[in-house]
């Protein structure tokens, strides 16, 4: 008998998996092609692809809190509380394992707050930056 998985997405590069009553967090990191992979305190590194969200044409207003998917050590924080960005924009670089994982902003918007400092070492799920996003 084959077990029952569901994934939900819960954050960027969050996810809840459920498998036959049991609850996991699983962080997921890198690039379309390449990514990481972090659940039960290890890393897997694996090619493969991550089925694109569906959107609404219109993204709703509001806060967003960006977090590490993994742990890691914040290499470089590239924007101040009252930042304006836009999508895509690099707003603070993470090192874990040698390899450096920008965190991108998801939506234009302005920043809130940054919680974090370069070379200080965070955790997953720990707000790092606050964005307000705009539509």
């Not at 569901?6 to 962080?27: K, L, N, P, S």
């Not at 994982?101 to 997953?124: K, M, T």
């Amino acid at each position: 008998m084959s077990a029952r998985v569901v994934a939900t997405r819960i954050g960027d590069g969050v996810y809840r998996v459920d498998v036959d009553g049991r609850t996991e967090i699983v962080h997921v990191a890198g690039e379309q092609g390449q990514r990481w992979v972090h659940w039960n305190g290890q890393v897997f590194e694996r090619p493969f692809a991550v089925a694109p969200r569906t959107r609404s044409a219109r993204q709703p207003e509001g806060a967003q809190a960006l977090s590490a998917p993994m742990p890691s050590t914040v290499r470089k924080v590239a924007v101040a509380p009252g930042t304006r960005v836009s999508k895509g924009d690099t707003l603070l670089v993470l090192e874990a394992m040698k390899m450096e994982l920008p965190i991108r902003a998801a939506a234009d918007g302005v920043v809130r707050a940054v919680h974090c400092r370069e070379g200080e070492l965070v955790q997953p799920g720990v707000t790092l930056i606050e964005l307000d996003q705009r539509s």
